[in-house]
């Protein structure tokens, strides 16, 4: 497992060590030290980064490891990354050049969440605000249960201050905006974490630009991924037939109605028959129906369901259908008393009713 601290900069490196230093300090929560660092910036930023930031004697992140005896500071002086947003005046000053930092975002994105065991702190505390909005955008797409997104701020009189780049050990005086004079060690570094939503169990082409990331999502969100149409016995997923025998497909529907409804799920021990009779009707012919009404207990038999969900289960999986990466029916709590649940939110199902 490897721990990997991404930071967005513009014209002020100083967000990489001030993220550093609030991290290896445990401002909020336990200590957490990076193996790798990459930094997101345009080429104007990634030369200040190499002049301020990274220079082999006289570079920010060297001195923060003397200061701090932290061998790991200047061990990431060495190693660190810089992910190089090209446009043609060096900054992100026009659509186009936007668009193509969402491309590098995505990409950077993409790779660093590509290992599961890895953990991804990203800071998008540096840059222009469309780089941030990009960057929270990115990571809503492919982050992990995992990862963490961060903002860094600084006391206010050292906020954007050239010469400050972390709080020394010892007493450093500076002068301040009003000319008065400020004591650096005694500045307060604030990490606050933003939430954000984890999209990627919505994705199907991993590997699509940015744009067509953005365009699949959108339309996800905006329909019900699984929608039982009870009014001729048919489902789908994402708009594609999923065809089920008329035992699976009624009790599919008979789930997918609860939850839509905002009920539980369905009892493992204690179903009643009649609520899946309602919908098998609807997804088989008349004879079946009666016949099942015949054959069928009440309430319906434990095992009766565990095999019904489970059988959906694996022919969704067939199917590729892995809501965020889970089976499609899940069985919660113990065994007497479990219930089933699609791993759905309410907003994903969507259920047609019979007409009249």
Request: hydrophobic share 40%; glycine share 10%; proline share 8%.
């Amino acid at each position: 497992m490897s721990r990997i601290l991404i930071c967005s900069t513009g014209l002020s490196p100083q967000v990489v060590t001030e993220t550093l230093h609030a991290l290896a300090h445990g401002v909020q929560g336990e200590n957490w030290i990076p193996d790798r660092l990459v930094i997101l910036t345009t080429r104007a930023g990634g030369d200040l980064c190499r002049e301020i930031l990274l220079a082999p004697e006289t570079g920010a992140l060297r001195r923060y490891g003397k200061d701090w005896q932290a061998n790991w500071a200047e061990c990431l002086a060495d190693t660190a990354e810089m992910a190089i947003v090209e446009t043609d005046t060096g900054d992100l000053d026009s659509p186009e050049a936007v668009r193509r930092y969402g491309e590098v975002a995505v990409s950077l994105l993409r790779e660093a969440t590509a290992d599961g065991d890895d953990v991804i702190h990203l800071s998008i505390a540096g840059g222009r605000k469309p780089s941030a909005a990009i960057l929270a955008l990115a990571m809503s797409l492919f982050g992990r249960q995992q990862d963490r997104m961060s903002h860094v701020l600084v006391s206010r009189d050292l906020e954007g201050h050239p010469g400050f780049f972390y709080p020394p050990p010892t007493s450093v005086k500076m002068a301040g905006p009003d000319g008065r004079v400020i004591d650096g060690s005694a500045a307060r570094i604030t990490l606050i974490d933003i939430p954000f939503p984890r999209l990627r169990g919505l994705i199907d082409h991993e590997s699509a630009p940015f744009e067509a990331l953005v365009a699949e999502i959108s339309r996800k969100l905006a329909h019900p991924r699984l929608v039982v149409d009870t009014a001729r016995g048919r489902i789908t997923w994402d708009g594609r037939p999923f065809p089920l025998p008329p035992a699976l497909g009624a009790w599919l529907s008979w789930l997918a109605g609860v939850q839509w409804r905002r009920g539980k799920g369905l009892p493992r021990v204690g179903a009643p028959r009649a609520g899946y009779l309602r919908h098998y009707r609807r997804f088989a012919t008349g004879m079946r129906s009666a016949q099942a009404m015949k054959r069928l207990p009440d309430p319906l038999d434990p095992e009766w369901m565990e095999e019904k969900a489970s059988r959906i289960a694996k022919l969704a999986e067939d199917c590729g259908i892995r809501p965020r990466g889970a089976r499609l029916v899940q069985c919660e709590g113990p065994r007497a008393q479990a219930w089933y649940r699609l791993s759905l939110d309410r907003a994903e199902i969507g259920v047609i009713p019979p007409s009249g």
